[in-house]
């Protein structure tokens, strides 16, 4: 099972990102999959999780701002990020719930 996940970057405040986890070995349609972040000195978090039915989640911090996605046909699952903060500045990994984890993409908020 791999999980690749790309589309990190630095961007200033109020930008977008999206981030891509390209799977190969698992099919996304019919995993739940999830987002996690990791600042600095801080414990991982789960920001944003999508169910197998196509059902989305979100961290308190980052709803409203953040969508998750999935096209089946790619067997890749997006998280696409808007109205950055410098807080959103951490690694962010794909995982297959509760299961796999891909390597980090690094996204940095910063003017």
């Known amino acids: 099972v791999q999980l690749q996940a790309s589309g990190g970057g630095l961007v200033q405040p109020g930008g977008s990102l999206r981030l891509s986890c390209a799977a190969s070995?698992?099919?996304?349609?019919?995993?739940?999959m999830g987002w996690y972040r990791q600042a600095p000195g801080k414990q991982r978090e789960l920001v944003a999780t999508?169910?197998?039915?196509?059902?989305?989640n979100y961290a308190d911090s980052v709803k409203g701002r953040f969508t998750t996605s999935r096209d089946n046909a790619k067997n890749t699952v997006y998280l696409q990020m808007s109205s950055l903060k410098p807080d959103d500045t951490a690694v962010y990994y794909c995982?297959?719930?509760?299961?796999?984890w891909g390597q980090g993409t690094q996204v940095t908020v910063s003017s």
């Open positions: 999508i169910s197998s039915g196509g059902s989305t």
């Open positions: 995982r297959r719930l509760y299961t796999y």
């Open positions: 070995g698992i099919n996304v349609s019919i995993s739940a």
